[in-house]
């Protein structure tokens, strides 16, 4: 059978899986599909044939995968093979009759070819930084010494004995800062010291103590009783922090030490763009929900913007859920991609006879477990529950979410395990979002849930349990563009079809929509919001004293608040369905005043009235004049102060242009007054020499 130009090989697993052969040819009609029984064992040669073919193919079983993958790398090792699961997702349920709708649709959707994010290396070298409180410290640095090169840091040596051999550097101090990752550590060290080669019962420590040591390392193993050194230690590259009164668990971080030499490369879980993120403006703070919800400590405040280091970064996704422009994007996968997928299951779902689809989003390592003890033991998934895999539950956002409903689920659960607690606010204050849209556009509530169990026959009882709501409307709408255009795709889709289309929706504190409203009486057209503004919801005029506000644009941040000298704008949040919300309305607008001495239009005339007025009978405004320069525009001002024949800015006068006439002029002058006193005083010769 081909799905989209691959190979699809199906196994019903030794008939475990029963297929209806009436409705498998009316949901499959004219796909020519070839039910196998043994494809891993005795129809493998069905298996080799599709791979000698060398065109990209899916197998529908994932529990022998690696015998496939051994067999297709010695037929033909360029021939693409992806695999899926409908076993445990659809075939080996209390409700597998009515399961071929789904199965058509898991099987659909494994043909796509998801983007590879991009990815950060690490080099680690070996050299590993042991760090306890007594001689457990040494025993695990003697431990690791003959794979790795190690460092011994010991915070009390009163009661360690020295080794016969010190085949590896000891030292005393405290740790009173780590940072860094997998084969980037840097470690301050207060209080140390080396231990002195003479110690006899227990080690003896030198007189002269530093602090504020560095030290650098690869790998860090933190065996101290004390907390974690860094935040989120169970997700942090290289840093090692067990339970030292469970054996077991220091013995198995040790053995997965000793592989973490050489060149790593972890994927760059998230894409930053600067150029949209509303966290600051002029050091003014405004968004900082990813600062809040960010579990591992890689995101720091920068100038006016995040940083995000991928190498902290373990991608829970907890800030592109809750990232009010995009600006901060899951990219595993990379794109768009995870809505293609969303939109061809829901699509191959419906349109092969399926009704009231359930979405079960779940992350690839409790959610599968979950499913598969479900499958084996239990009652197994209802027909109409469509499993989603997600590197992790809590990268989903409101985005997701409406999008999700939009295409026609009709419920969502959202499957949280033990790897998320903690983590889980800012999911669900996405989920306070969609259930506010939903309640408020009257499709009902609870249309999104978490479902943090680890039982899996608990879960089953809730996804078997039925629910009275209203039908959601199919969309056809494609998700694109950035976060803001597609949530807007969704949602006029949600507010299209809904049982009440009201206008206005009320959204709960720290939502990405909403308006904002003016004391227009308080404001004085100083425009330091619209200055402030990162999304453009706030413009000027560059030709008259008003501002507009485009309510659509409006993520929330709050920067117009802050920055406002006067605080006469409050954030209301709110969804606005109408036209209004997307068009520009005047806020606040003025006549502007117009200079006295040439006429041009500038500032706002309340203002400077107001300001004439307050300044009026002032000392530094005594004389008429400097009252009128406030009524002068910014040249004429200028102008006016350098008339001034007393301003100290003025110059010398400026003197006369001279010419040669000027000086010959003057010459001839000079010459007949010398000539008119010579005779005066008889001292003309000129007529005796005649």
Not at 336 to 344: D, Q, S
Not at 471 to 495: Q, S, T, W
Request: include cysteine; glycine fraction near 8%.
């Amino acid at each position: 059978m081909k799905i989209n130009d691959k190979n699809v090989l199906v196994c019903d697993c030794e008939g475990t899986i029963k297929f209806d052969k009436k409705a498998l040819s009316k949901v499959f009609k004219g796909m020519d599909l070839e039910i196998n029984t043994h494809l891993c064992r005795s129809q493998i040669e069905n298996f080799s044939k599709s791979v000698s073919e060398g065109k990209p193919m899916v197998v529908a079983c994932t529990q022998e995968a690696p015998f496939f993958i051994e067999k297709a790398a010695e037929i033909e090792p360029s021939t693409n093979v992806s695999y899926t699961n409908i076993r445990e997702r659809a075939g080996w349920s209390d409700d597998a009759k009515g399961s071929l709708p789904k199965i058509k649709a898991l099987l659909t959707e494994s043909t796509l070819d998801a983007p590879l994010a991009t990815s950060v290396s690490m080099t680690s070298e070996g050299s590993v930084l042991v760090y306890g409180d007594d001689e457990i410290a040494l025993e695990i640095a003697k431990q690791l010494s003959s794979r790795l090169n190690v460092t011994c840091i010991i915070k009390d040596t009163k009661d360690v004995m020295p080794p016969r051999l010190m085949d590896l550097p000891v030292f005393v101090g405290t740790i009173s800062s780590l940072s860094g990752h997998l084969g980037a550590f840097e470690a301050i060290v207060d209080k140390y010291a080396p231990v002195q080669v003479s110690s006899r019962t227990n080690f003896e420590m030198g007189q002269q103590k530093t602090d504020g040591v560095k030290l650098n390392a690869d790998l860090v193993v933190d065996v101290s009783t004390d907390e974690a050194l860094v935040t989120a230690p169970e997700k942090r590259d290289g840093y090692f922090h067990p339970d030292i009164g469970n054996p077991m668990l220091v013995q198995k971080a040790l053995f997965e030490i000793t592989d973490l030499v050489g060149e790593f490369e972890k994927p760059r879980y998230i894409k930053y763009d600067p150029e949209i993120c509303v966290h600051a403006r002029s050091t003014q703070v405004g968004c900082s929900r990813c600062l809040d919800v960010c579990p591992t400590g890689a995101i720091t405040s920068g100038n006016d913007e995040v940083v995000i280091n991928p190498y902290i970064c373990a991608g829970c996704g907890s800030c592109a859920s809750v990232c009010p422009t995009g600006a901060a994007k899951y990219e595993l996968p990379a794109g768009n991609f995870i809505y293609e997928r969303l939109k061809l299951l829901l699509d191959t779902y419906s349109e092969s006879g399926g009704e009231n689809a359930i979405l079960l989003v779940h992350d690839t390592r409790h959610g599968e477990d979950m499913i598969s003890v479900m499958a084996r033991m239990g009652r197994g998934l209802p027909a109409n529950v469509l499993p989603f895999a997600v590197n992790e539950v809590t990268q989903i956002g409101f985005d997701f979410m409406s999008v999700a409903l939009g295409y026609g689920a009709e419920k969502i659960y959202i499957l949280t395990g033990p790897g998320n607690v903690g983590e889980t606010d800012g999911l669900l204050g996405q989920i306070d979002l969609i259930e506010a849209i939903s309640s408020g556009l009257s499709y009902g509530e609870n249309r999104v849930s978490i479902i943090d169990l680890i039982d899996p026959d608990a879960l089953a009882e809730v996804l078997y349990d039925k629910f009275d709501l209203p039908p959601m409307a199919k969309g056809d709408f494609i998700a694109m563009g950035g976060k803001r255009e597609i949530v807007n795709l969704a949602v006029n889709h949600l507010h299209e079809h809904a049982p009440s289309p009201v206008d206005l929706v009320a959204l709960p504190t720290g939502a990405p929509f909403g308006t904002i409203e003016v004391n227009t009486d308080g404001c004085t057209l100083c425009l330091s919001c619209v200055s402030a503004c990162p999304t453009g919801a706030l413009k000027d005029n560059p030709d008259a004293p008003q501002f507009t506000f485009t309510e659509t644009n409006c993520v929330q941040c709050g920067l117009c608040k802050t920055i406002c000298p006067e605080s006469v704008i409050t954030l209301k949040p709110r969804y606005n369905f109408t036209d209004e919300g997307r068009s520009a309305k005047i806020v606040k607008e003025e006549d502007p005043f117009e200079c006295v001495k040439c006429g041009k239009p500038f500032g706002v005339k309340s203002s400077i009235s107001k300001m004439v007025e307050q300044l009026t009978g002032h000392s530094m405004f005594s004389d008429e004049n400097a009252l009128d320069r406030i009524k002068m525009c910014p040249d004429c001002r200028v102008v006016d102060i350098f008339d001034e024949p007393d301003t100290p800015l003025a110059g010398a006068p400026k003197p006369k242009t001279r010419t040669a006439d000027n000086y010959l002029k003057e010459r001839d002058e000079l010459r007949e007054e010398a000539s008119d006193f010579i005779k005066e005083q008889g001292l003309d010769r000129s007529e005796d020499e005649v």
